[in-house]
């Protein structure tokens, strides 16, 4: 059982470059969501997913896209990277109708932005 | 806006001993659930435990226990027993029972030394 398969694990980029993360679950689970990670800041939300088709903004949601074009996918673009970009990025899903269950996490993505 | 303070960004507790985690919330909705993540080095998030917030009684999970003071919006997270696996990041989280979303609000963290 994968799980949410995120890759990569480690990413260098140049400012200006552009690049995917990608996210995959195998549960069949309607919400997933992106969330950045930073010391001291916790882990703040991007963007998120309550179905294939349906994307919508969280708190942090400038600099990226996403896109969901199947329950299984949800990636995360980064469009022109920025030094500010550095961080670790979670990808996490969960069954939508169970708000008590657990969000189940990716690996998480270390990006470095030079 | 809902949020979620942990006050504490450092402890240490002596392997064996008990250690406790203070977590608090603000939130204008009534029903709502609580978590505990942690974090080891590995960076993978673990559910630690969960808390309705309409059950008065406090969720346990082996070591791990939770004070859960619904008018005080406080949700301590305490660790009988401490192991050396337990030294990780431990995030408290929030996320509404009537929202149309999953969305869930972390604390910024305490980062739990357990020494030898």
């Keep these: 059982n994968a799980g949410v398969t995120q890759t990569p694990k480690f990413q260098v980029l140049k400012t200006g470059q552009s690049m995917t ?4 679950q195998d549960m069949n689970h309607e919400y997933m969501s992106w969330y950045r990670q930073d010391p001291g800041m916790g882990l703040r939300l ?3 997913s309550v179905g294939a088709g349906i994307t919508d903004q ?11 074009s199947t329950t299984e996918d949800f990636p995360l673009r980064l469009l022109s990277a920025a030094p500010s970009q550095t961080s670790v990025y979670f990808c996490a899903s969960s069954p939508a109708m169970y708000r008590n269950t657990e969000a189940f996490f990716g690996q998480g993505t270390r990006l ?3 | 806006a809902q949020t979620v303070t942990q006050s504490q960004p450092e402890m240490s507790v002596q392997e064996a001993e008990t250690v ?3 977590c608090t919330y603000d939130t204008s909705e009534n029903n709502y ?3 505990w993540y942690k ?3 590995s960076r993978q998030m673990i559910l630690v435990i969960r808390q309705e917030a309409y059950k008065q009684q406090n969720a346990t999970e082996n070591r791990f226990s939770v004070n859960f003071q619904k008018a005080a919006k406080s949700f301590s997270l305490k660790i009988s027993d401490s192991q050396l696996g337990d030294t990780a990041m431990y ?3 929030f996320t509404d029972y009537g929202g149309a979303t999953n969305k869930l609000i972390f604390g910024t963290g305490t980062l739990l030394a357990v020494q030898p």
């Design chain 1, 21 to 24: 993360l990608q996210c995959a």
């Design chain 1, 46 to 48: 991007i963007h998120y």
């Design chain 1, 58 to 68: 969280g708190e942090v949601p400038n600099g990226y896209n996403v896109s969901r």
């Design chain 1, 112 to 114: 470095t932005v030079v």
């Design chain 2, 20 to 22: 406790t985690l203070s």
């Design chain 2, 33 to 35: 659930y609580l978590f």
């Design chain 2, 39 to 41: 974090q080891p080095p």
């Design chain 2, 91 to 93: 995030f408290c989280a």
